[in-house]
């Protein structure tokens, strides 16, 4: 139970974004929806298994307080992400025209505040500098969840693959659902991901 929890806590930003996209007529190739998902799958192995690695050194109920912890920080972040990322919007310089480089830290951060800004160069069409772009921007919550999942007893190589498979269905699902039956792209539902990973955290108490 509490891994489907964990991935509904990883996708719901995925899905939401991709009704915004869908709403806007931005469309997302399926070939760029598959490496998004390979990127996000990536840092949050990495994160998966550098916690496998800490854990080994250290007693099980520091592992679990850590454990708590992140799952509670990023449940009362994720919470309230919706109103942070209004604060923070307002410092962008939304007329000025977006450039992008091998890696500009202004332009992530303006994609994680707005994931629409990913289309920097307004073609209604993501491209794979602008997927990879993407692909940072949603998965920020990952690294630091991979720690918390590290820590518990989950089957860490089922968990990845179901993380992928979920992942790219919430991307189909989402543009389908856009396409279909919205017609705006300001949906804030990060809230239900911060409830989730609330939910787990006190299930490992």
Known sequence: MET??????????????????????IKIPLKYI???????????????????????????????????????IIGIYKLFEGIFKKFFSKFLNREKPLTIKIFDFKFAFQVYIDEIKADFDKSKQISLKESIYLALALSLDSFAVG???SFLKINSYLFIMLC?????????????????FINKSNIDLSWLAGICLLLVAFMKL
């Open 4 to 25: 489907l929890i964990i991935i509904l806590s990883l996708v719901v930003d995925s899905f939401v974004t991709c009704i915004g996209y869908s709403a806007m007529n």
């Open 34 to 72: 598959f490496i998004i998902n390979i990127i996000s799958i990536l840092i949050l192995s990495t994160s998966i298994f550098s916690g496998n690695y800490i854990e080994s050194f250290l007693p099980s109920y520091i592992t679990k307080t850590f454990s708590f912890l992140i799952f509670f």
């Open 147 to 149: 720690l918390g999942i």
């Open 164 to 180: 992928f498979v979920f992942g790219v269905v919430s991307f189909v699902l989402g543009s389908f659902i856009g396409k279909k």
